[in-house]
């Protein structure tokens, strides 16, 4: 299958700074990345979808402002968890969706621990 | 918008037994439905998927059924064995042309040796 490449694996930060968070397709191009979060022993989330050249929709709740996304190119999207704080403490996973094969590929997913 | 439900939350069986997974949807437009399996601490991999204009699929040991009328798809598992053991979500998509998922929330599965 696909290879979806997520960065890092896992960040421990200060209350009060970002950390930036990178989803790569690396063997199929990308129009549409999504970003979930994911709590222990539950479902994913899906906090938003980011689209190549375009401003990612967000999902009710979320906010836009702290997480930060940008699809600058057809093979990368980012993630920015600005001013964190211990509450943002979770599991992020990205997915890159093939439209040729109608699929979503994940990432690893990244384990985010704001102290 | 979709709404999934999947049950149980947890399945525990023997191993060499059969496991079955149920999951409603919402949406009569979703078309896509996909299964994946999630170790502690990894990526949900796909482990198998079908589409609204099939009743089911099977791949070896796994097999996904569909029923569009009553809009419900189940996962099934044969021959189950401890390798198994994981977390597996049901998904379903309206079949937008960017697959946007909505999640089950997700079935702890055991397989006892």
């Known amino acids: 299958g696909a290879v979806v490449s997520q960065h890092p694996s896992w960040v421990i930060c200060k209350s009060g700074t970002s950390v930036k968070i990178e989803c790569r397709s690396l063997?199929?191009?990308?129009?549409?990345m999504f970003w979930y979060r994911q709590f222990p022993k539950q479902s994913l989330m899906l906090m938003a979808t980011s689209n190549e050249g375009s401003k990612a929709t967000y999902e009710q709740g979320v906010e836009k402002d702290k997480f930060l996304i940008n699809h600058a190119s057809l093979t990368l999207s980012t993630l920015t968890v600005t001013s964190a704080h211990p509450e943002d403490s979770s599991f992020y996973i990205c997915s890159a969706y093939s439209g040729n094969r109608g699929i979503q590929y994940f990432g690893a997913g990244t384990r985010l621990s704001v102290l | 918008g979709e709404n999934v439900e999947q049950h149980p939350s947890t399945l525990s069986v023997q191993e060499g037994d059969s496991a079955v997974i149920k999951c409603t949807y919402s949406?009569?437009?979703?078309?896509?439905f996909p299964w994946y399996k999630q170790e502690l601490g990894k990526r949900p991999q796909l482990i198998i998927d079908i589409r609204s204009n099939v009743g089911e699929k099977k791949d070896q040991r796994i097999a996904v059924t569909l029923n569009k009328t009553a809009k419900h798809f189940s996962l099934h598992i044969t021959e189950t064995q401890p390798e198994d053991s994981a977390v597996y979500f049901c998904a379903a998509s309206s079949g937008t042309s960017y697959g946007k998922l909505t999640f089950g929330q997700g079935t702890i599965l055991t397989v006892h040796p």
């Open positions: 949406d009569s437009a979703s078309n896509y």
């Open positions: 063997d199929f191009q990308a129009t549409t």
